[in-house]
């Protein structure tokens, strides 16, 4: 979503669809499809205007086109029908549409509005909890928590920064510990070693204080 906001693509209804289409979908795959997408419509009234077979099609790479298709239509047609054409800009408005949870909202408010909001995706659960920063068990649970810890001014910057740093350093099978630069500052909370075993046995299940 950063990367499509730096493209041109910032606006809360480019945003809100496009983070629609990144769910369980790769990166390297969203920002080609959504480019295709935005080429042809990069507002509601556009979209709706759109045949759904022809949506299928503009969406295709994506994982589950035809279900994100008949969302994004419909979300399309209730932004433009009972809210004048503008994306609602609350948890509960956003949330209210078919298929958007709360990474989507949070990504939409976030990058969409640039409103605090913080957006918890797999990197973002896993590389928090590795830290010992919070200690739960789903990201919506991690989301609770980092809400009631992280600093307001780094809400919308968490996820910025920890996706590709998830995918490049801090991954989730086989993570580059000896060569990440927040070793020092790092509980390894989770990871083991080539012979299986935990690398800061000690730390694992401790909060931060």
């Known amino acids: 979503m950063f990367q499509l906001r730096d493209e041109g693509f910032a606006t809360p209804y480019e945003q809100l669809v496009a983070s629609l289409i990144s769910a369980r ?8 499809v959504c480019r295709r997408l935005f080429a042809r419509a990069r507002t509601a009234a556009a979209m ?3 045949d759904e077979a022809e949506l299928v099609g503009l969406l295709r790479g994506a994982t589950f086109p035809e279900p994100k298709a008949r969302d994004i239509l419909a979300l399309s047609r209730i932004i433009l029908e009972r809210h004048g054409g503008r994306v609602p800009d609350t948890p509960e408005g956003l949330t ?11 990504l939409t408010l976030a990058v969409g509005f640039n409103r605090p909001a913080i957006c918890v995706d797999i990197h973002v659960h896993r590389i928090t909890n590795r830290w010992g920063y919070v200690a739960e068990p789903t990201p919506e649970r991690t989301m609770a928590a980092l809400a ?4 307001q001014r780094y809400w919308i910057e968490i996820n910025e920064r920890l996706v590709p740093f998830g995918k490049h350093v801090c991954t989730g099978l086989r993570p580059k510990c000896p060569a990440c630069p927040l070793l020092p500052m790092c509980r390894q909370v989770g990871v083991r ?6 690398r800061n046995a000690a730390s694992e299940g401790k909060k931060d204080s």
């Open 96 to 106: 209210a549409f078919r298929g958007v949870g709360p990474k989507v909202a949070a």
């Open 193 to 198: 070693d080539a012979a299986g075993n935990s």
């Open 148 to 151: 009631g810890k992280l600093p």
């Open 48 to 50: 709706a205007a759109l």
């Open 25 to 32: 979908t790769l990166d390297e795959t969203t920002i080609p």
